[in-house]
């Protein structure tokens, strides 16, 4: 049956591939993105679907109360997936106050709307990192939907607050509500302020790889398109009230990772330049899928060592994309945050 729903955050990284999933999927479905456009949503990213029929963009912030309210009105939706969020640990240790106003306060503005005006689904876009680290020594330990909540940074335990308000607004108001935690994605539109993409325009332009610390840390890598498939699974088939992780079982160091774009681009391994560490810096995510899988039967489509390769020559293809991007503010945030370190 047709749907309408309604996608925070569409014009940032993992949003926008929603959408076009989304559209390309269920092609009876009306998809409503609703975005601030703060300097990691970028316009010019939806700009394929702008013309779909079935495709509204609207510029609100999730915290605005009238303008959710004015929408749900509107719209009357029946699902409702929240990408919207600030997203770089990065940002939230340089100043944290924003990441506590859109990811909680914003998250309750969307759940009291759905409470209001009625809705089949709130799905919750979290992250593996509420559940804080692994240690390096340790690679039998997982993170599993019981993992306790244990953050490190501003940003991790902002999302982990929102977690517990959505699950605090399914047990009090009885709210339809999901919640996934995905672990680290790659692919096409990621903002070049994290790993994969910043370091592809470094090399490209053949400047200094900012590695932290060793380079030792471990993230669990996962192709944006799969995470995609995986919250269109939860929000159709998975059960009210659940916590879902997802990952498909791809831990890397980042020195790994960082080596692998300078072996892809054919430049040298002298562009390493290893850098003061992220305070608090996390040592390992690692999820353990076995409950997505086992109840929806969801696991990953793209292998690492084809997704990093389509996402390198995305790279490649779309310069004008992220050089639109980096050439703007993006310096100021780059020189504070690399200037001296
Ligand atoms: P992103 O930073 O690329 O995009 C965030 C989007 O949200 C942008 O379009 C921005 O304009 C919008 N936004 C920010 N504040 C807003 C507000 N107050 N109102 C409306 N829109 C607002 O983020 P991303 O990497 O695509 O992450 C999306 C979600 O997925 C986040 O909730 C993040 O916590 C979660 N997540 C990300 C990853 C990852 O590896 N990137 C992994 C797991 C979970
Ligand atoms: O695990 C899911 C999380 O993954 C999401 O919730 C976050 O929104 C997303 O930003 C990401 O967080 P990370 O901190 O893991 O991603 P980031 O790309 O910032 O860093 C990945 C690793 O690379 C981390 O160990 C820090 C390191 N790093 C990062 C940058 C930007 C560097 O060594 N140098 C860098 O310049």
């Known amino acids: 049956m047709a749907k309408t729903i309604i996608v925070t955050g569409g014009a940032g990284f993992i949003g926008s591939n929603f959408v076009f999933l989304m559209l390309k999927e269920h092609s009876d479905y009306r998809i409503i993105c609703l975005d601030k456009l703060?300097?990691?949503?970028?316009?010019?990213?939806?700009?394929?679907?702008?013309?779909?029929?079935?495709?509204?963009?609207?510029?609100?912030?999730?915290?605005?109360?009238?303008?959710v309210y004015k929408l749900f009105e509107e719209e009357k939706p029946d699902i409702v997936v929240n990408f919207a969020a600030e997203s770089h640990v990065d940002r939230s240790i340089e100043d944290p106050g924003i990441f506590l106003q859109t990811n909680i306060m914003g998250t309750a503005t969307l759940m009291d709307a759905c409470r209001k005006y009625g809705i089949e689904r709130y799905h919750q876009v979290s992250t593996d990192e509420v559940y804080g680290d692994l240690p390096l020594d340790?690679?039998?330990?997982?993170?599993?939907?019981?993992?306790?909540?244990?953050?490190?940074?501003?940003?991790?335990?902002?999302?982990?607050?929102?977690?517990?308000?959505v699950l605090a607004y399914h047990r009090t108001y009885g709210l339809p509500v999901t919640i996934s935690r995905c672990s680290n994605n790659y692919g096409p539109y990621h903002f070049p302020e994290k790993l994969i993409p910043l370091m592809i325009a470094n090399a490209l332009a053949d400047k200094p790889l900012p590695v932290y610390g060793e380079g030792l840390n471990v993230r669990d890598w996962l192709y944006v398109e799969d995470h995609c498939k995986a919250i269109d699974l939860i929000i159709h088939n998975g059960r009210v009230g659940e916590v879902y992780n997802i990952g498909g079982h791809n831990e890397k160091t980042n020195i790994y990772i960082v080596k692998k774009i300078l072996e892809l681009l054919d430049k040298p391994e002298s562009l390493i330049t290893y850098v003061t560490d992220r305070k608090g810096h996390d040592l390992r995510y690692a999820i353990d899928p076995t409950k997505i899988h086992n109840e929806l039967g969801w696991l990953p489509e793209t292998m690492f060592d084809d997704g990093i390769v389509k996402t390198v020559q995305w790279y490649l293809d779309n310069k004008d994309w992220w050089e639109n991007i980096i050439s703007g503010e993006y310096q100021d945030y780059y020189e504070r945050m690399y200037g001296d370190r």
Not at 43 to 60: D, H, I
Request: proline share 9%.
């Open 38 to 67: 703060t300097y990691a949503g970028n316009l010019s990213t939806l700009e394929p679907v702008m013309n779909n029929p079935n495709f509204r963009f609207v510029k609100a912030d999730i915290c605005d109360r009238e303008a």
């Open 138 to 165: 340790r690679p039998d330990l997982f993170f599993t939907e019981e993992t306790p909540i244990h953050t490190s940074s501003p940003y991790s335990s902002s999302k982990a607050a929102a977690d517990l308000l």
